[in-house]
């Protein structure tokens, strides 16, 4: 059975820094893409971030580029968003998510298999 467990979510002043790890377990993903979403109150689950099963190309939501920063490891089967310069604006519940097969989108959550539980980042201003 695929887990995705995300962990690292916290409460953070403006300004301030979190890395969000995810643990994936039950097969690899190494050979597929892996992505970071967000979903805040009221609002629908928007693309964050996106790494190829390399790590040689990373895709950005526009608003999170140069602030945010998804890299992976696949020896270990963990994939981390750092994010700094957080902004009130990025609070969500942040969700990673894994492509169980080569797909040419890496933004929409369509394109992603398997889904994590999600965990709570709250920047305050």
């Known amino acids: 059975q695929v887990q995705l467990v995300e962990s690292g979510g916290g409460l953070v002043q403006a300004g301030g820094s979190l890395r969000l790890s995810c643990a994936a377990s039950g097969r690899t993903f190494s050979g597929h893409a892996m992505g970071w979403f967000r979903q805040a109150p009221g609002k629908e689950r928007e693309f964050v971030a996106a790494i190829t099963w390399s790590g040689g190309i990373t895709y950005y939501k526009d608003s999170v580029n140069g602030r945010f920063t998804i890299s992976r490891d696949n020896a270990k089967n963990m994939v981390y968003l750092q994010m700094n310069s957080l902004k009130p604006e990025d609070t969500a519940v942040y969700y990673c998510?894994?492509?169980?097969?080569?797909?040419?989108?890496?933004?929409?959550?369509?394109?992603?298999?398997?889904w994590g539980q999600g965990t709570q980042v709250t920047v305050s201003s």
């Open positions: 998510a894994a492509q169980g097969m080569y797909r040419a989108n890496y933004i929409r959550t369509q394109a992603y298999d398997y």
